[in-house]
């Protein structure tokens, strides 16, 4: 609901620049987190030691400071506005990724679902107030963003004071010896999934950013699917073997396929009513809708798979297949630039390229720790069935 709210609430150029500022902190908070999530969560899960929570808080205030530190530089370097309240917002998405870290590791499964989605409900709450207040533009948003970001550390700080923390030594050691790789997969990963608004931006206008982050948005409830079902059973899902791990992803393809094409079909011919107080043409929603949908896909297999693959340890190879696929798919981006081809369409199947090679290579990756996909590739195919979509009547 929050994210179909907010376009209908400010103009497309706030929009676009609210989905720009949301993409630069889930990079930052990518590359600065150095893993930490993700090794506090194996050294709860895996080795049952009581500091996995203990970093898990951590990696919240470092992300604080370190977000509030970058606004207050490029603020002072006269960057534009959406950049600073980028570099804001990585204190806000660290919050999320460790208030949903700490859930699942203690089973709280309920809680986790909130958490998953925070960011993006502060975000509305944080507009509604500057619309109310009428002053809806971006500096204030801003302003809300860092105040709220502050509030975050304050939460950290808390947490970290009904703990034990102990030496701080080893919890520095252990990030930086096994959170590095991870946070490098992180990083690359984000490179392939997280990069697509600023290429948008960059290349095209912010208009376009606002279409296209409608469209994924509303393809959330895939997302949202998953989310469920990864948090409902996380625990057991952590820790199973390789046979339970390939029997569901198996079976899990087409189920997500089934949905996706019921949501790309709702999409489609639903397209004016989607787009009903934004500043979004019904006919542009229309025109990429299916294409997101299939891009959102691939991005909640990925994601599925990136559990196991930071899991046996594999992230150190995994993040330079990324970085290669980000390369690779660079250098075709460029030349379409060059040939004056690029559209927002182009953008969006190039990206969705990337992430089904991506998926490839995690589940060839996960094949060295004798996690077989083999019953699973005959599925692969279906996820491009949104696609015939377009081979239907347009809608009204």
Known sequence: MAALALPRLI???????????????????AVVGLGATSVGTRRALVDNEPRGE?????????????????????????????????????????????????????????????????????????????????????????????????????????????????????????????????????????????????????????????????????????IFVSQTLVTGLFRPIYKAGGEAITRAFSLWIPALSAIALVVAIAGYYGAPLL?????????????????????????????????????????????VACVVIAASGLAVGTAVTALGLLTLMTVINLYSVMMAILLLTQMRLLLRRGIDFRRAYWALPLLAAPGLIYLLPGPA
């Open 11 to 29: 103009d497309a150029k706030m929009y676009g620049g609210i989905e720009l500022a949301l993409t630069i902190s889930t990079l930052g908070a």
């Open 54 to 222: 203990t970093i898990v808080f951590v990696h919240c205030l470092w992300l604080v400071l370190i977000g509030l530190a970058a606004a207050a530089g490029l603020a002072a370097a006269g960057w534009a506005v959406q950049y600073i309240c980028g570099a804001a917002m990585i204190g806000i998405v660290g919050f999320q990724v460790s208030a949903a870290s700490l859930t699942r590791i203690r089973g709280q499964v309920h809680w986790s679902g909130w958490f998953d989605n925070i960011s993006i409900m502060i975000t509305l709450v944080l507009v509604v107030l500057v619309v109310l207040l009428g002053r809806a533009d971006l500096p204030t948003f801003t302003w809300g963003v860092v105040a709220t970001s502050a509030a975050a550390g304050v939460a950290a700080v808390w947490g970290l004071m009904r703990r034990p923390i102990g030496p701080w030594r080893p919890i520095v050691a252990d990030v930086l010896a096994l959170g590095v790789p991870m946070m490098l997969f992180g990083a690359a990963i984000a490179l392939i999934f997280g990069t697509i608004r600023i290429a948008i931006a960059q290349e095209l206008v912010l208009r376009d950013v606002a279409c296209f982050s409608l469209c994924a948005r509303i393809c959330l409830v895939l």
């Open 275 to 319: 787009v009903a107080g934004t500043t979004t043409p019904a006919a542009d929603f229309a025109a990429v809708f299916p294409a997101v949908v299939i891009q959102t896909s691939f991005w909640v297999l990925n994601s599925n798979l990136e559990i196991f693959v930071v899991r046996e340890l594999l992230s150190r190879q995994a993040s």
